[in-house]
């Protein structure tokens, strides 16, 4: 079993549409989470965290269930410029030491 | 642009030669990273380095793969008689980690735009 799973994609939606995407981790010793966009060809960047209590940014909403080891990114009223693969992203950390583990991403292609 | 930095962008080589990749954080990060993405899956994570202590191998780290931060600056990572399964983007991320941060606390990675690797 992967450590993160996603969503398998591509998700194609409408402009103005809400998606959800959804991820499981299987390490319970998992601290942090985040969501990471990465355009076509480009590097991964920083999305958002995602807290236990859950959070937003604009049309960006992040939930996450410990006993479930669920995390979850809503998007509302898509944008064309959504367009991406969203990677989900736990961060394990012992000693000191932090590595990030990937989710294979899930793809989102916004159409007028 | 003061982001990560990598050299070369792209690469094409023949198997069984050696190559080996460039990468340059951010000038205040202590931490880099590097990590391997293939197509359709996640980036994996390779090695890490705070300063110049290699801290961290992953076990997709074999005996023909290398990296080095000499100076705890630059760092290089050198992959010997590749193979054509080796064929894939590789990608360097840096970070600033404070002495005595408390654990959870987010450790943002920068990425650079990554080196692709063609073996034929």
């Known amino acids: 079993r992967k450590e993160v799973e996603q969503d398998p994609g591509p998700f194609n939606v409408p402009e103005g549409a809400t998606v959800a995407f959804n991820c499981t981790y299987s390490?319970?010793?998992?601290?942090?989470f985040f969501w990471y966009r990465q355009d076509c060809r480009k590097e991964p960047k920083l999305l958002m965290s995602?807290?236990?209590s859950g959070n937003e940014d604009g049309r960006f909403t992040a939930q996450l269930n410990r006993a479930s080891q669920y995390i979850s990114l809503l998007i509302r009223d898509s944008k064309l410029s959504d367009s991406a693969t969203y990677l989900c992203v736990v961060n394990l950390i012992s000693g000191g030491y932090n590595k990030l583990i990937f989710g294979a991403g899930t793809r989102l292609a916004v159409h007028p | 642009d003061t982001g990560v930095s990598q050299d070369p962008r792209h690469k094409i080589t023949k198997r069984g030669q050696n190559v080996t990749f460039r990468c340059d954080p951010i000038?205040?990060?202590?931490?880099l990273y590097w990590y391997r993405q293939t197509l359709g899956q996640g980036p994996e994570f390779l090695t890490y380095?705070?300063?110049?202590?290699?801290?961290?191998k992953s076990r997709l780290l074999s005996d023909r793969f290398s990296a080095e931060r000499p100076k705890g600056s630059f760092s290089t990572l050198e992959i010997q008689r590749t193979e054509q399964g080796d064929s894939a983007m590789y990608l360097c991320a840096s970070s600033l980690w404070r002495t005595g941060r408390a654990s959870g606390t987010l450790d943002e990675q920068f990425f650079g735009p990554g080196t692709r690797l063609t073996v034929l």
């Open positions: 380095f705070q300063n110049e202590a290699q801290l961290e």
């Open positions: 995602v807290y236990s």
């Open positions: 000038s205040e990060h202590n931490r």
């Open positions: 390490n319970s010793a998992s601290q942090s």
